[in-house]
């Protein structure tokens, strides 16, 4: 995939390898055009993405390091790789609010995976806007097992992910204060679902031990 995207990235420009950081926006609008769906099925020729697919955009993000927005002096490529990944976090938020389990399922998961790589800024000027779109999936859990799990998962990441933030202390509690009662009434889900509450509630309990306070006798 990355000779492929390579070649056809470059155009003109001279650059200097796949770690040339000018490729990392384009190389970021080809992985969302060909291996995420459409927020729209209708307007989407393959709605459901392969394994393959997923694996190569996870793949892609990880290795190559496209969300992170970062090292690049040039204002206008900055530009470039920031609109990107606005576009990159736009096709999340909207598959997660999907009423189609598979796509809401890749949303979720893949704006988790947001959460770990994005870049310090984007991250902190965005947390709690992302909160409140898992937070919804945590308040009232999809029927689909799979869901609910990556809802999970992704809350995890974001909370791991705030907690290295220490000027955002008070404000990481708070939202985890919120988070707590909902676990509490997915415990009583199917057994997978409950595991992943039960560790999503013992990662808050370890992070943020204050904001579980109030319902320790429940806990």
């Known amino acids: 995939m990355a000779s492929h995207i ?6 003109d420009l001279p650059l200097t390898g796949m770690h040339d950081l000018r490729l990392r ?11 995420l769906p459409l927020p729209d099925p209708a307007a989407d020729l393959q709605p459901t993405r392969s394994p393959a697919d997923l694996a190569r955009a996870l793949s892609a993000v990880r290795e190559q390091g496209l969300l992170a927005v970062e090292g690049a002096a040039d204002p206008g490529l900055l530009e470039e790789w920031s609109a990107a990944v606005d576009a990159w976090v736009d096709r999340l938020v909207a598959l997660l609010a999907s009423d189609r389990e598979h796509s809401c399922w890749v949303g979720t998961s893949f704006l988790g995976l947001t959460f770990e790589e994005c870049s310090e800024d984007r991250f902190a000027n965005s947390y709690s806007f992302w909160f409140e779109k898992i937070m919804k999936k945590i308040k009232v859990p999809s029927s689909n ?5 990556a809802t999970c998962t992704a809350m995890a990441s974001l909370f791991m ?5 220490s000027n955002l202390k008070d404000e990481a509690t708070l939202l985890a204060q919120k988070v707590v009662q909902p676990l509490l009434r997915l415990l009583d889900k199917d057994g ?12 808050i309990m370890k992070l943020f031990p204050s904001s579980v306070y109030r319902h320790f006798n429940k806990v």
């Open 6 to 11: 390579h070649a056809a990235a470059a155009g």
């Open 25 to 35: 926006p384009r190389l970021l609008r080809r992985v969302l055009a060909e291996c």
């Open 145 to 149: 097992k799979m869901v609910s799990i």
């Open 161 to 165: 992910r705030l907690a290295k933030f």
């Open 192 to 203: 997978s679902v409950a595991e992943k509450a039960t560790d999503l509630l013992g990662l």
